[in-house]
């Protein structure tokens, strides 16, 4: 997909400015509330005309301001995934699906009702109405009637963030089904980093009605590092489980980890570590209330505004972890160096089961 | 047994004929209007909620007497139908418009509400996924603003019913022609004689009201229960 919007749009004092041009099949569009992330793809949706300027997609003109192009929302093939899901209730699960479907042009028609309900999961639903469904199913729902509109782009905007966190890291690997199973390109909006980093490979951050950067997800994760109250967040796919003496071991990258038993139900599962939960050690210390004692390669420094990120290669592992520039000085931190980490069991938070 | 006269019957016909013709003929229009108010943007939206509104503040005998300059033999309309050899006042005609004027503020008030009750996501969504604007009004819009337009016709209906005011300047009081119950209960009404056939007409006139009602409450809740 490559797309180029240069459009500038006003409300009251708030003004959207937004030049860019990328190409990619899973962009993310970042921002805090209030940054135009919605009002930037309500524009590209055909939902709202800006006040000048001009959107190309794949080579297709969808608006020009100077040569009088505005192409309807239903000419320009680009599905929606809302907020609030927006299910119409009036229809079932089955007629909701094939919405799009129907309205779609038989030529374009690449993707059928079958594969996509049994890749989402949604065959036992289809004649459910949808005000019996859980806040995942609704979702899963609404994500499946945008993927059979088979558009030539699909906009995500903040889909998981009316999901509590457990559903939100289980929709997912749907949300991704999209580029990786049905092979079509998607710009997610989120306001969550983590989110960006499972989801996409380049970001556009927005601020303020303007576009501040225009980088990789993992990138802008550790630009952000040192504002964040949390951190860089380290996610880990831990898995095999097995209990030893009141906790919990999993398998990481070759090596071992533990965690405090309150994970004992979770076999295989993604985690989330922040940076800020990982102290460093320049010689092995000779006894450690931390019952994660790894030895580890420096990898790489990096700086985010007042602090450090250390990038470490614990096995075939990679972590990040925060410390200030004084910490970074006397334990002599530079790349290639040997260091140990320490970290609490109960640092690690589940995200989800795998 | 309530004890009717032959033109009782025919006034009870009439005023089922009238309401029915009245709240179908304003249901368009009553939609159109109520769409427009709803979801577009234009210069003398404002203007346009006041004269949909205004016949529910006027005096009945007011918008009768309006309508009578309107549709009269020397009228702004009358006398361009007059030609056509169209001729409206004193007809069963006149009463349906009359009631149709009266009652339409309800049926807009009504499907405004329901339409008002609409995500707008919902039809953005619909937009999104290959919609044009009349396929979304007729997908989207028109089935989820069914309780406003059952609620809305209800009323209309009910209205019509009991309409008096209008009808009587416009449509005159001839039995078996304009005669609608209030109409004929009115002319019993001012003979002391014919006190229980007046009791017998307005006892029809409750009981087409509460079958209406019951109709209206039944259908709402199907409709709940489907939503």
Partial sequence: ??????????????????????????????????????????????????????????????????????????????????????????????????????????????????????????????????????????????????????????????????????????????????????????????????????????????????????????????????????????????????????????????????????????????????????????????????????????????????????????GDGMLVAEIVPDAARELGIEKGGIVYIAIKASAFRRLAAL | MIPLASTDYDAIRLSVQVATAATLLSLPFGFAVAYLITFVTFRGKLLLEVLVNLPLTLPPVVVGYFLLLLLGRHGWLGSLLNEAGIRLIFTLKAAIIASAVVGFPLLVRSLRIGMEGIDPHLINASRTLGACWHDTLLTVILPLSLPGLVAGSSLMFARSLGEFGATIIVAGNIPGVTQTIPLAIYEYASSPSSETMAFSLCLVSVAISLVVLFLHEMMAKKMARRN
């Fill in chain 1, 1 to 314: 997909m490559q797309l180029s919007m240069s459009v500038k749009k006003s409300f009251g004092s708030f003004t959207l400015s937004a030049a860019m041009s990328v190409c990619g099949d899973r962009i993310g569009i970042f921002g805090a509330s209030g940054s135009g992330k919605s009002t930037l793809v309500s524009m590209l949706a055909g939902l709202l005309e800006p006040d000048s300027g001009e959107i190309v997609l794949n080579g297709e003109c969808l608006y020009s301001h100077t040569k009088g192009i505005n192409l309807r929302p239903e000419q320009r093939r680009i599905a929606m995934v809302f907020q609030q899901h927006c299910l119409f209730p009036h229809l079932s699960v089955r007629n909701n699906l094939l919405y799009g479907f129907k309205r779609c042009r038989p030529e374009h028609r690449t993707i059928d009702f079958e594969t996509l309900a049994d890749v989402l999961k949604l065959g036992g639903l289809l004649d459910r109405g949808v005000s019996n469904l859980s806040g995942g199913e609704k979702q899963r729902v609404a994500l499946g009637r945008a993927i059979l509109a088979n558009p030539r782009l699909l906009l995500m905007d903040e889909p998981l963030s009316a999901l509590d966190d457990a559903l939100r890291f289980q929709i997912i690997p749907y949300l991704k089904s999209v580029s990786e199973h049905f092979g079509i390109p998607y710009l997610f909006i989120s306001h969550s980093l983590v989110e960006m980093r499972l989801m996409t490979d380049m970001v556009l951050a927005f601020e303020k009605g303007r576009l501040l950067e225009q980088t990789t997800s993992e990138q802008l994760a550790r630009i952000r590092m040192g504002q964040s109250p949390v951190g860089y967040i380290n996610l880990l796919k831990l898995t095999g489980m097995t209990k030893r003496d009141g906790m919990c071991s999993y398998c990481w990258k070759g090596g071992e980890l533990l965690l405090s038993s309150s994970n004992r139900d979770t076999v295989s599962g993604l985690f989330e570590l922040s940076s800020k939960d990982i102290i460093l050690f320049k010689k092995h210390p000779e006894a450690i209330s931390a019952r994660n004692l790894l030895k580890c390669t420096v990898a790489g420094l990096f700086e985010s505004v007042s602090k450090i990120g250390v990038e470490l290669k614990c």
